[in-house]
């Protein structure tokens, strides 16, 4: 394949434009939310895996005393923080990727792009560590920690896309303008 947009070819039925060229925008959404599914299921098998095996015995363990824990009320989930950063971290590679090579065909610097985006995603995974933690400890209280598990991590996986859309689009994976 020479060329990556043969990775997503038009709709069946589209119109003599072509779709992906009259909703331009939309097809990008839809690719970046189709690599998001995509990184986010081996994010989400990894998580479990750490989660109920490696993390297992340390799931609700107190958290290191420190100042950042404290100033967010963080006490609880020890086990649950290092699944969710670790599985996150390896998710949000795999997006990175995807949405650089296939999403946006990104062109602007790598090294700028991978300096943003570490940015981003350090800022998200702190914000959604303490997301998830919060809302994890309360199913955990209520007794419903299994079931609550799985729609903590989902919940934590779509909010991020408020931001990191536009971010990706418009800041990270840029498009150096044609001449």
């Known amino acids: 394949m020479s060329d990556k947009t043969e990775l997503f070819p038009e709709p069946a039925g589209?119109?003599?434009?072509?779709?992906?060229?009259?909703?331009?925008?939309?097809?990008?959404?839809?690719?970046?939310?189709?690599?998001?599914?995509?990184?986010?299921?081996?994010?989400?098998?990894?998580?479990?895996?750490?989660?109920?095996?490696?993390?297992?015995?340390?799931?609700?363990?107190?958290?290191?005393?420190?100042?950042?824990?404290?100033?967010?009320?963080?006490?609880?989930?020890?086990?649950y923080l290092y699944a969710y950063i670790i599985s996150t971290t390896i998710g949000y590679t795999i997006a990175f990727i995807m949405n650089r090579k296939i999403?946006?065909?990104?062109?602007?610097?790598?090294?700028?792009?991978?300096?943003?985006?570490?940015?981003?995603?350090?800022?998200?995974?702190?914000?959604t560590a303490w997301m998830g933690t919060i809302i994890s400890m309360w199913f955990v209280h209520h007794g419903w920690e299994q079931i609550g598990n799985i729609v903590t991590k989902i919940i934590v996986m779509a909010v991020p896309t408020i931001w990191t859309y536009p971010l990706n689009r418009f800041v990270i994976h840029r498009k150096k303008k044609q001449k």
Not at 55 to 62: A, G, L, Y
Not at 104 to 109: I, L
């Open 103 to 127: 999403t946006f065909n990104a062109d602007s610097n790598k090294a700028i792009s991978i300096t943003l985006y570490i940015i981003m995603v350090i800022l998200t995974i702190f914000a």
């Open 14 to 79: 589209s119109n003599p434009a072509g779709f992906t060229k009259k909703h331009a925008e939309l097809w990008k959404f839809i690719k970046f939310s189709f690599a998001g599914v995509s990184s986010s299921v081996v994010e989400l098998g990894i998580f479990y895996v750490l989660q109920y095996s490696v993390f297992k015995s340390i799931i609700s363990s107190p958290l290191p005393v420190n100042w950042v824990f404290t100033l967010l009320g963080l006490t609880q989930g020890k086990g």
